[in-house]
T-cell receptor
Framework: LAKTTQPISMDSYEGQEVNITCSHN???????ITWYQQFPSQGPRFIIQ???TKVTNEVASLFIPADRKSSTLSLPRVSLSDTAVYYC????????????FGTGTRLTIIP | EAQVTQNPRYLITVTGKKLTVTCSQN?????MSWYRQDPGLGLRQIYY???????DKGDVPEGYKVSRKEKRNFPLILESPSPNQTSLYFC?????????????FGNGTRLTVT
């Protein structure tokens, strides 16, 4: 049973900000939300992780409201190279253990 | 360079012929895991290992075996491959007890079983 739910696909134009939402209604108290990016024929790579409020790094921002039932990955000023599949997963701070990635969101950037 | 290395990258085999896909990491990670990726189904976990000699089933373990005799290696074994195991396989590793330890993935092994 998937712990998170995301849109299957999204399209956006170059230069725009893209927000991908993730629903995790049953997130456990000890779980963190983590996002991965995957290009075709490559393994996923870590983008960002957070517990609540806002986290920002050089690649993206992650917004998690107080109830933690959802989160939003924000990609500023996307380019064609941001076309990829994005996975939202919840990870326990007791360790990775059994991790379910699901199908992710296929983001296509249009020139 | 810190990395997860899978071999081979591509493999074509016939039904029933035992095969092993190797996975090795040089980051001293306790946790290792195998995933398969199929169109429309995303990444599904096959097996994972929390440390040496400790392995457990993921979501789709049927038809696969693993072993963890050393910390750095986590081979995936298909005793009798079948066509429904044709897929793209990824190995991943991370530290065990830190939430702030992202998974590092290998470059994948594309397996075709005819």
């Amino acid at each position: 049973l998937a712990k998170t739910t995301q849109p299957i696909s999204m399209d956006s134009y170059e230069g725009q900000e893209v927000n991908i939402t993730c629903s995790h209604n049953n997130i456990a108290t000890n779980d963190y939300i983590t996002w991965y990016q995957q290009f075709p024929s490559q393994g996923p790579r870590f983008i960002i992780q957070g517990y609540k409020t806002k986290v920002t790094n050089e690649v993206a921002s992650l917004f998690i409201p107080a109830d933690r039932k959802s989160s939003t990955l924000s990609l500023p000023r996307v380019s064609l190279s941001d076309t990829a599949v994005y996975y939202c997963i919840s990870i326990s701070n007791f360790g990775n253990e059994k991790l379910t990635f699901g199908t992710g969101t296929r983001l296509t950037i249009i020139p | 360079e810190a990395q997860v290395t899978q071999n081979p990258r591509y493999l074509i085999t016939v039904t029933g012929k035992k095969l092993t896909v190797t996975c090795s990491q040089n980051m001293n990670h306790e946790y290792m895991s195998w995933y398969r990726q199929d169109p429309g189904l995303g990444l599904r976990q096959i097996y994972y290992s929390m440390n040496v000699e400790v392995t457990d089933k993921g979501d789709v373990p049927e038809g696969y075996k693993v072993s963890r005799k050393e910390k750095r290696n986590f081979p995936l074994i298909l005793e009798s491959p079948s066509p429904n195991q044709t897929s793209l396989y990824f190995c991943a590793s991370s530290f065990r007890d830190s939430y702030n330890s992202p998974l590092h993935f290998g470059n994948g092994t594309r397996l075709t079983v005819t």
